[in-house]
């Protein structure tokens, strides 16, 4: 008796095999061809600076809230995008070097200094055109 008693002792205490646990599933892959001179898009646009100063970007970059620089979900990096704020027709010409933006409606995030040039600090979400001037 007391044999089995100490073998259900030592069962008991013995560690069990750890649960399995699945993998997350991975991101559905977005397929980033070259996008033709011209292609356009209307959207929101935002803009970015502040925390995210000197943080990676998904070109492997430093982000430099100072650069002519934009975030895009899908158009490949380094691609040259010209980006008018529909509110009051100004311009600027910026290189895709991040991805983004993720807030719902919302085409291009553009750098700060983008941003000021744009005329779109205060407002922080403008309707935007955005053309490809450059692959």
Not at 15 to 43: D, W
Not at 81 to 99: E, F, H, P
Not at 122 to 127: E, F, K, L, N, Y
């Amino acid at each position: 008796m007391r044999a089995l008693i100490l073998v259900l002792l030592v069962a008991a205490c013995t560690p069990s095999k750890p649960p399995t646990t699945k993998p997350k599933p991975r991101p559905t892959k977005v397929k980033r061809t070259a996008a033709a001179i011209g292609t356009v898009q209307e959207g929101l646009g935002t803009w970015y600076g502040g925390k995210h100063h000197g943080g990676p970007t998904a070109s492997g970059e430093r982000f430099d809230k100072n650069a002519m620089t934009c975030a895009h979900r899908t158009l490949p990096m380094g691609t040259r995008v010209r980006v008018t704020n529909k509110r009051n027709g100004k311009s600027v010409v910026l290189r895709i070097n991040d991805r983004g933006p993720y807030g719902k409606g919302r085409i291009i995030d553009v750098s700060e200094a983008a941003a000021r040039r744009l005329d779109m600090i205060d407002a922080g979400v403008v309707p935007v055109h955005v053309e490809v001037v450059a692959p």
